[in-house]
């Protein structure tokens, strides 16, 4: 990650290709197939963007949404599933979030970028 001041404020950069590359081999070494990192916000924040590595096969089980989200992806392909539909996403492909219970599964070794701003904040 690199910074710079600008107008009195810190700026910061970092390489969505660098963090992809690091935690796909991250998923691959790991026993469970993935890897993640929250680069920007938190849970403490309304916004909140984390990387997540899944080797092929691999899939993060249903969850709730907990407010606006979008899945980047970055590398590979993933499905987001929905209880009424479903979404296929490739390198490059945004994936607006349902606000309902959904699962993501790599059919092939896949990083995604989620970036979910909480609601109610």
Same mark, same amino acid.
């Given at each position: 990650? &690199?910074? #710079?001041?600008?107008? %009195?404020?810190?700026?910061?950069?970092?390489?969505? @290709?660098? =963090?992809?590359?690091? $935690?796909?081999?991250?998923?691959?070494? &790991? #026993?469970? %197939?993935? &890897?993640?990192? +929250?680069?920007?916000? *938190?849970?403490?924040?309304?916004?909140?963007?984390?990387?997540?590595?899944? *080797? /092929? *096969?691999?899939?993060?089980?249903?969850?709730?949404?907990? *407010?606006? /989200? +979008?899945?980047?992806?970055?590398? #590979?392909?993933?499905?987001?599933?929905?209880?009424?539909?479903?979404? +296929?996403?490739?390198? #490059? @492909?945004?994936?607006?979030?349902?606000?309902?219970? $959904?699962?993501?599964?790599?059919?092939? @070794?896949?990083?995604?970028?989620?970036?979910?701003?909480? =609601?109610?904040?």
């Amino acid at each position: 990650m &690199s910074s #710079g001041r600008m107008g %009195g404020q810190q700026m910061q950069k970092l390489s969505l @290709d660098a =963090l992809a590359r690091e $935690h796909a081999e991250r998923a691959a070494r &790991s #026993g469970s %197939g993935r &890897s993640a990192e +929250t680069v920007f916000g *938190g849970h403490e924040r309304t916004l909140r963007q984390t990387i997540i590595a899944l *080797g /092929a *096969g691999v899939e993060l089980s249903e969850h709730e949404n907990p *407010g606006q /989200a +979008t899945v980047l992806v970055l590398r #590979g392909r993933v499905e987001l599933i929905g209880s009424a539909a479903s979404w +296929t996403g490739r390198q #490059g @492909d945004l994936i607006l979030v349902p606000q309902e219970r $959904h699962r993501l599964v790599a059919h092939e @070794d896949a990083v995604v970028l989620l970036t979910v701003a909480k =609601l109610g904040r």
